[in-house]
């Protein structure tokens, strides 16, 4: 019995390569909208003005908390309302949808966010 406790945590856990796109990266810029620092993995949320004027929300997965506290990202690095550039891949289901790997502020910060899966590529 405990070992079957112990694999299906395993089984649940998502890898990179089942949601994300290694041969579609992407850099997005926008507003940030929301954020979501929690477990298993941080989101954030960027409004996206596209060519033809129409905004999109866009949804990126980041590493958990703990992992990006690691890399010296904090939840209050992201104000609301702040401009950024995400770079990340995109989802292979074709929403707006991004595994984020890298976080650019106005500032000049550039904040390394990591993965959300085993897998991905390294930035």
């Given amino acids: 019995m405990t070992l079957l406790v112990a694999v299906i945590p395993l089984l649940a856990h998502h890898s990179f390569s089942a949601e994300y796109d290694i041969d579609k990266p992407v850099t997005i810029t926008g ?3 929301k954020l979501e620092w929690v477990n298993p993995h941080g989101w954030i949320y960027v409004d996206v003005k596209g060519a ?8 990126v997965e980041f ?5 990006l506290l690691r890399r010296g990202v ?12 995400v770079k990340g891949y995109r989802a292979k289901n074709g929403t707006p949808t991004v595994n984020g790997t890298s976080v650019k502020f106005p500032d000049g910060r550039n904040l390394y966010t990591g993965s959300s899966g085993p897998g991905a590529p390294e930035d």
């Fill in 63 to 67: 590493g958990g908390p703990n992992a």
């Fill in 31 to 33: 507003t940030l909208t």
């Fill in 74 to 85: 904090r939840k209050t690095d992201f104000p609301l309302g702040v401009e950024l550039v």
């Fill in 52 to 59: 033809d004027g129409k905004v999109v929300n866009w949804a």
